[in-house]
Nanobody, 122 residues
Framework: QVQLVESGGGLVQAGGSLRLSCAAS????????MGWFRQAPGKEREFVAAISWNDGSTDYADSVKGRFTISRDNAKNTVYLQMSSLKPEDTAVYYCAANRWGGRYPSQYVYWGQGTQVTVSS
């Protein structure tokens, strides 16, 4: 079906920036929406941002608006999440997800990457 591989996670100081990448392979045309979610220990997986492959329309969680930017490179089948002004509260495992249709809920996505750890120190 669709395989997703995240990369770019790491340890950064508060106020810093980081760019995550999600490389998609397989039957990529089966998915039209790509989303980023994150999950901190003991917390539910929460929506971060999503983008449409077709027209590039985007959606962001209120908690990251103005700080994070989602983008895509159709030729490379890659979606990016540029994160700036990072806060300790952003610490989580970040997951890339895909589906034919998608929104702001994890249950709306079928394909998931393995996750990449983002740690923001004080």
């Amino acid at each position: 079906q669709v395989q997703l591989v995240e990369s770019g996670g790491g340890l950064v100081q508060a106020g810093g920036s980081l760019r995550l990448s999600c490389a998609a392979s397989g039957r990529t045309r089966s998915s039209s929406v790509m989303g980023w979610f994150r999950q901190a220990p003991g917390k539910e997986r929460e929506f971060v941002a999503a983008i449409s492959w077709n027209d590039g329309s985007t959606d962001y969680a209120d908690s990251v608006k103005g700080r994070f930017t989602i983008s895509r490179d159709n030729a490379k089948n890659t979606v990016y999440l540029q994160m700036s002004s990072l806060k300790p509260e952003d610490t989580a495992v970040y997951y890339c997800a895909a589906n034919r249709w998608g929104g702001r809920y994890p249950s709306q996505y079928v394909y998931w990457g393995q996750g990449t750890q983002v740690t923001v120190s004080s």
